[in-house]
């Protein structure tokens, strides 16, 4: 199963670089980019718009992974308070507050 995966995985990026090369092959035109507040040089439109998705991806990632870092905190700190009220349940288990039935 592991190795159809990664075979699976190798023939999607393989796939993926191909058509990359196709769109650069065809969109090979340099074209200026004009932001806000200047006009950066004309250069291919293949690498403008792969640039703007190589961009895009990577500010997906650190959004994402600020998320993830947030839940794992969250899930820490009620792994800890389950942890404290297992801890005081057996204390007071142990004392004969509670019976166990």
Same mark, same amino acid.
């Given at each position: =199963? /592991?190795? !159809? &995966?990664?075979?699976?995985?190798?023939?999607?990026?393989? %796939? =993926?670089?191909?058509?990359?090369?196709?769109?650069?092959?065809?969109?090979? +035109?340099?074209?200026?980019?004009?932001? !806000?507040? =200047?006009?950066?040089?004309? *250069?291919?439109? %293949?690498?403008?718009?792969?640039?703007?998705?190589?961009?895009? /991806?990577?500010? /997906?990632?650190?959004?994402?992974?600020? %998320?993830? !870092? *947030?839940? *794992? @905190? &969250?899930? =820490?700190?009620?792994?800890?308070?389950? %942890?404290?009220?297992?801890?005081?349940?057996? +204390?007071?288990? @142990?004392? /004969?507050?509670?019976? *166990?039935?």
């Amino acid at each position: =199963m /592991g190795f !159809l &995966r990664k075979l699976l995985a190798l023939i999607l990026a393989a %796939a =993926m670089a191909a058509v990359g090369v196709l769109f650069a092959l065809q969109n090979a +035109q340099p074209v200026p980019l004009d932001v !806000l507040f =200047m006009i950066l040089p004309p *250069r291919s439109l %293949a690498l403008w718009v792969l640039g703007a998705l190589a961009l895009g /991806g990577v500010l /997906g990632l650190l959004l994402s992974s600020f %998320a993830v !870092l *947030r839940l *794992r @905190a &969250r899930l =820490m700190a009620a792994r800890r308070q389950i %942890a404290n009220s297992q801890a005081e349940l057996d +204390q007071l288990r @142990a004392k /004969g507050l509670v019976s *166990r039935e």
